[in-house]
Structure formats: C-alpha cells, structure tokens
C-alpha cells in the first residue's frame, strides 16, 4: 500500500521533478522539464455521473494519474492488473493511466513513476539515469 508521501519521495529523487499544487483542486502535481508525470486526482462531477452512467464508482483511497507513452499502454496497465489501475471516460484517449494509491505496493509505483518521469525528462539526463542503473 503506497502513500501520497510515497509519491513524493519516488518523484522528488528523480532528476528535475519538481512538486507544483494547484490544478483544478488544488492537489499535488510531480513536473519535470514543463510536462507532468503524476498528479493527485480526485473525482469532480462530471467524472462521478460517468461513472454512473456507466454503473460504476469513483474508488476509496486516494488516485493518482499517471503519464503512459500512450493510451494504448494505459489499456494495457489496466487489462494487467485492473486492481491498481483504471480509467475514466474524462481520460478516454489520453496517454495517462489512473491508480488506486491504497492497492499498490510502493516498489511497483516507483517504476511506474520513473517510467513516467521518462518520458518528460531531458534525453540526456535520462540516459544517464538509466545508465547509472545498467538498464536500457
């Protein structure tokens, strides 16, 4: 089970993360190099009637939104493990994937994470972050 201190420990040691609050409900957002990685989202009203609509519900817990390459591997996160992760109509066709925080083990989110942060951050400096890792 992750926390949103979770989120921030993982995101803040990344290279150039920085945490912005603000938004629409003003929770927490990770940055890095002018694009977000992760950022807290709560249910708003429209989300919520979708849902309905849809005979579903917001979860318990907090969530957290996540960049993904595409909207495709968003799909592919949830087909895997629809426990942790899922979508809303709102992000139909967008490259982010939702997560229940309270279902995800903290190692498994800081991959996440970095594979978000990955897709933001400077080329070089993520090359040089997985080199110091030995991964590709």
Known sequence: MATIDDVRGLALALPGVEERVGGHTGEPAWRCN??????????????????????????????????TETAALAEELIAADPDVFFTIPHFTGYPAVLLRLDAIAPEHLGEVIADAWLLRAPKAVARQWLDERGLD
């Open 34 to 67: 002018g694009g977000q990685v992760a950022w807290m989202r709560g249910p708003r009203k429209t989300d919520l009637a979708q849902l309905a609509e849809l005979g579903r519900t917001w979860p318990d817990g907090p969530v957290l939104a996540v960049r």
